[in-house]
């Protein structure tokens, strides 16, 4: 049920942002950034608990857990880009946002890349010589 809340305050954000974005559209900027945050601060607990549960798995898979932390970084960076583009946009400001996500992306390609390299030595090691 915790869905209806969210999707209720955002309903009323909106409603709210409407009608004070004709006076004062600051003010229902940040009005809309503030909700935003909020609705992410009551989904940190549940994100907390999808990374315990993942890091159980990898325990009992007895997977490295330096890939699993470095695949959880990669999806925080992947939301946190596009939370912060969907507030630029909001903003009316696109360029800004359409560079957040390229750099969101560098950053996803660089942080990828030691978890590639493993993936492709593992590969060739199957082949035989």
């Known amino acids: 049920m915790e869905i209806l ?3 209720g305050l955002g309903l009323i954000a909106t409603f709210l942002a409407l009608v004070v974005k004709e006076q004062k559209p600051t003010f229902a900027f940040m ?3 503030f909700v935003g945050c909020a609705i992410f601060l009551f989904l940190v607990e549940q994100i907390f608990d999808v990374i ?3 890091e159980r798995i990898a325990i009992n898979a007895n997977v490295n857990l330096i890939y699993v932390e470095t695949i959880l ?3 925080g960076i992947a939301y946190i880009a596009e939370f912060g583009a969907q507030i630029t946009k909001d903003a009316g400001q696109g360029a ?3 560079k957040i996500e390229l750099a969101g992306k560098i950053l996803i ?3 990828a890349i030691p978890i590639l ?3 492709i030595e593992t590969i060739i090691n199957l082949i035989p010589s």
């Open 96 to 98: 800004i946002a359409s």
């Open 73 to 75: 970084k990669i999806v």
């Open 52 to 54: 315990r549960m993942l």
């Open 117 to 119: 390299t493993v993936i």
């Open 31 to 33: 009005l809309v950034v």
């Open 5 to 7: 809340q969210i999707v």
């Open 109 to 111: 390609l660089a942080m």
